[in-house]
């Protein structure tokens, strides 16, 4: 799970350098990633001094599942894939990931 913590100003769990260097890479995890609960979003309240992650840098960054979706989270992604910021392959590679997830609970 990553956090919402910012490593020098960007949050941990948009950080590539994290999830697919050292965590995919070096660590060889091939594990589901997912965000904590319930960070995104929050700036269309007003309750956070720092903007709040975006679910396509979330995505790119290969955090597999954002907790819990929203529609904020699903507009940002498609207006992402509509934009050609984020591929269809991008999706299916998270998909993958927590399709495998699923299935190893399933065993």
Known sequence: ?????????IHSSERKDLNIDLLRCEWKS??????????????EYQISKHPAQSSTNNLISRNNL???GRIINYNDISKSLKENKISLKDLLENASIIYAAIEKLNQ
């Open 1 to 9: 799970m990553t956090s919402y913590n910012l490593v020098n100003g």
């Open 30 to 43: 091939n594990g589901l990633i997912m965000t904590d609960w319930f960070r995104s979003g929050e700036m």
């Open 66 to 68: 954002q907790m819990g």
